[in-house]
């Protein structure tokens, strides 16, 4: 069955330092791939989406890497600041409008 | 902005009560989605409409029911609710293939 698995240990970093979330996949061949934010209480919010035929996407602090090969995305927040301590989800779609979600990872990025 | 609104953001109801979850949209997106969000399980799609009158089941529609009258309006139903539809339920809009905009999210509880 298709799965989309996010480490769902919180990832804990230093304000400075690049944070560094993986998104792995199986029996997926997602058309394009995006990563939304989520704060306590709230809706997500799109952040970045990339294409089968990107290699990486960049946005600001963030970067977003795709490898089809290993079924793996890669988000990055370089610079990380407390304000960026929130759920990241990504989310696949094969093609169609209807998007999977991953159960998230929460980054805390302490002083 | 897009911006998605839900009818409320907190609602409890009873066992066997019919619940009308509302969300509306102001961007003209012609898709809309509606999903529950739930510990350690992660967001999950219950129904989507790509147009008016249309609608397609999710991975999770059993219990629920929808309509969709007009392009900005999706209506989510639950006939009779139970506690096991206890959730954070999360409406969302989106042009074709492209990112989905979320609504702040109503959080329900069935007694």
């Known amino acids: 069955s298709q799965k989309i698995e996010q480490n769902s240990e919180a990832l804990n970093i230093q304000e400075g330092k690049t944070a560094t979330l993986t998104c792995n996949y199986t029996?997926?061949?997602?058309?394009?791939l995006q990563w939304y934010r989520q704060d306590p209480g709230r809706g997500p919010v799109f952040l970045l989406l990339i294409r089968e035929n990107e290699k990486e996407k960049r946005k600001e602090r963030l970067k977003v890497t795709f490898d089809t090969t290993l079924k793996q995305s890669l988000f990055h927040i370089t610079a990380s600041q407390p304000a960026d301590s929130a759920t990241y989800l990504c989310?696949?779609?094969?093609?169609?409008?209807?998007?999977?979600f991953g159960t998230g990872t929460q980054l805390k990025v302490e002083l | 902005d897009v911006k998605v609104t839900q009818s409320s953001r907190y609602l409890v109801k009873r066992t066997g009560e019919k619940v009308f979850l509302e969300c509306v949209q102001d961007?003209?997106?012609?898709?809309m989605f509606w999903y529950r969000q739930d510990p350690g399980l992660g967001l999950r799609l219950i129904y989507f409409?790509?147009?008016?009158?249309?609608?397609e089941k999710g991975d999770i529609p059993e219990g629920y029911s929808v309509s969709r009258e007009k392009k900005e309006r999706f209506s989510l139903i639950l006939e009779s609710a139970s506690t096991n539809q206890t959730s954070m339920y999360l409406c969302a809009s989106s042009l074709a293939n492209n990112e989905q905009f979320f609504g702040p999210g109503t959080r329900l509880t069935v007694l």
């Open positions: 029996n997926y061949s997602p058309a394009y």
């Open positions: 989310a696949l779609t094969g093609g169609g409008n209807k998007l999977t």
């Open positions: 961007m003209d997106h012609e898709n």
């Open positions: 409409s790509y147009d008016v009158k249309m609608k």
